[in-house]
């Protein structure tokens, strides 16, 4: 065999060796003419265009997206479409005005401090007022996630943990040490919860948001360190849009991994293909949002221990439901430090842990991955000067009531509630399954844990959607493909709120499919014209005229679109 190899060489040689000769010649013959700087010049100047075409190839997606965006860019400035996209626009504008100031009708807005100071039974007069604005029954269950633990029990405990401590700041934990104790505490019950050993650590932050961008500006400055130039995280596509953000802060590149259409996991094959020397950070959801699945946590570390990359897992939906859910009855998928390769997690104690809203956290293996996510200035004049998480000053009476909410439920108060949930869950995706013309996403009922997807063949799904709405009803739309969900909380689990939802479906779905092509209403109307629109920037244009409607001190104006 060796002789054969070596037989092939020496013909390969034989052939190679007159080409090669001809050409040195030939170049050698062409340079010998010009000046030594002139060759300089040449071999500078092809080095920076081989340089070009190196980068080109290898951001080839991203050059492409940013010739789509100036594509589009410049067809809008066009003369002949110009008018006609600032006409929508205006319209789309006072539409969204509309929808989100419907509730304001008779109304008017504060612009300046009072002249004469209001007493305590005025502004709880004005409080009472504006609690009567909204119509959606979500103390009845009829919302999709939003609220989680809104007992009058716990309600009545937080409050009076927040008038104890509304005031304190544990940036200076020296003034306020019982609300460091009790951040501590809660770091140390969750890493717990997740199977982290002593050396194990993390901080709490402000929400689900904070926590993932924290986490990829760790592993950003990370990377940094051990010398990557361009980091980049690999990340599945029904991870949260959160990773989105993360990367536009912090200029980290994206490479995100299709799903499996069937189990709606990540494709693994493609995640292993997309990782290179500039990976920061994998990325996997316990659970994703869009249709409530697992991704194969375990499958993820793997790659994460053998290509040396850190690995976090999004647990803000599922945080305080899978570390319960053997105890409760159920099996549960690898998902935490038990799995070789996890290095971080990140869990919402506002969803089910039940906590008031603007507290989460989040999770390292040891603190050589946590010290990155810190900041500290060690030449202000002000004096030395760190923080831990974005925020420097942050509301203890989170952090206390937080903690007041977890010793007050415990281990039997969490477990009890994750039954309740994963129950009701399951019996919607049962009863939903057996209604002719709805499908759920993925169809196996016994992966569902809190979120139950649904969507059709037969119809518009998003007149469901709409027709639900007038009976009360406000589920979560989601696009690409069609469908709409319902994230489950305890609200969902009282008495009589699944077997409703139920029925009402069953009635929606026979009304709609009495004319499956009528008119569509304004979700299915919304979504339908997203889905057909190109030019990405345009949703992103409408996107921010909703959030300047929603800051927006001016009374409705009644001009016409």
């Not at 980290?252 to 693994?268: A, E, F, S, W």
């Not at 709409?466 to 709409?484: E, M, R, S, V, Y």
Request: glycine share 6%; net charge positive; proline share 5%.
């Amino acid at each position: 065999m060796l002789e054969l190899i070596s037989y092939y060489i020496t013909e390969a040689a034989e052939i190679v060796q007159p080409i090669y000769t001809k050409a040195e010649l030939c170049i050698n013959e062409h340079f010998s003419r010009r000046r030594p700087l002139e060759i300089i010049v040449i071999s500078c100047i092809g080095l920076l265009i081989l340089q070009y075409i190196w980068n080109f190839l290898c951001n080839f997606e991203d050059n492409l997206q940013r010739m789509k965006l100036k594509f589009f860019r410049m067809a809008r400035n066009a003369p002949i479409l110009r008018e006609k996209i600032a006409k929508k626009m205006k319209e789309a504008r006072h539409d969204i005005e509309l929808s989100v100031k419907k509730f304001d009708k008779g109304s008017t807005y504060v612009e300046r401090l009072p002249a004469k100071p209001l007493n305590k039974k005025e502004v709880a007069e004005k409080l009472t007022s504006y609690s009567k604005m909204g119509q959606l029954q979500w103390k009845d269950g009829f919302v999709s996630g939003a609220v989680y633990g809104a007992t009058q029990e716990l309600g009545e405990l937080v409050t009076e943990v927040f008038s104890r401590h509304a005031f304190s700041n544990p940036l200076h934990a020296d003034v306020f040490p019982d609300i460091r104790k009790m951040e501590a505490e809660i770091v140390r019950m969750v890493c717990n919860m997740f199977h982290g050993d002593e050396a194990s650590c993390g901080t709490t932050t402000s929400g689900g948001t904070e926590s993932l961008m924290l986490a990829c500006k760790a592993y950003r400055d990370l990377a940094i360190d051990r010398g990557v130039r361009a980091p980049e995280m690999v990340i599945p596509v029904t991870a949260h849009c959160a990773f989105d953000k993360a990367a536009q802060y912090f200029t980290i590149k994206m490479r995100k991994i299709p799903i499996d259409p069937v189990t709606k996991q990540v494709n693994l094959r493609a995640m292993r293909r997309a990782i290179n020397k500039n990976t920061c950070m994998l990325i996997g959801s316990a659970p994703n949002y869009p249709y409530g699945v697992i991704d194969q946590i375990d499958k993820i570390g793997a790659l994460g221990v053998k290509y040396g990359i850190p690995v976090h897992v999004d647990s803000c939906l599922g945080g305080f439901l899978l570390p319960f859910l053997e105890e409760a009855g159920f099996k549960a998928p690898p998902f935490d430090f038990r799995v070789d390769g996890v290095t971080s997690i990140s869990c919402d104690t506002h969803k089910y842990g039940y906590a008031p809203k603007g507290s989460s956290v989040l999770m390292y293996r040891n603190k050589d991955y946590r010290r990155f996510q810190y900041f500290a200035a060690a030449d202000w004049p002000g004096g030395v000067y760190a923080s831990a998480t974005f925020a420097g000053s942050r509301p203890g009476s989170l952090i206390a009531a937080c903690w007041a909410t977890m010793m007050f439920l415990g281990q039997p108060g969490y477990v009890k509630a994750t039954r309740e949930i994963v129950n009701t869950a399951r019996k919607l995706a049962s009863e939903f399954s057996k209604i002719k013309h709805l499908r759920l996403v993925p169809e196996d009922p016994d992966v569902v844990i809190n979120v139950v997807t649904i969507a059709s063949d037969d119809f518009n799904i998003y007149r469901l959607s709409d027709t639900l709405n007038t009976k009360g009803w406000a589920l979560n739309p989601l696009q690409f493909p069609p469908c709409i969900h319902i994230c489950l909380t305890n609200l969902h689990a009282m008495k009589g709120v699944a077997e409703k939802l139920i029925q009402d479906v069953k009635t929606c779905v026979d009304d709609i499919m009495k004319t499956p092509n009528a008119a569509i209403g304004s979700t299915a109307a919304m979504y339908g014209a997203v889905a057909t629109i190109p030019d990405r920037s345009i949703i992103s244009d409408i996107a921010f005229a909703y959030l300047d409607a929603c800051l927006d001190s001016q009374p409705m104006r009644e001009e016409t679109k």
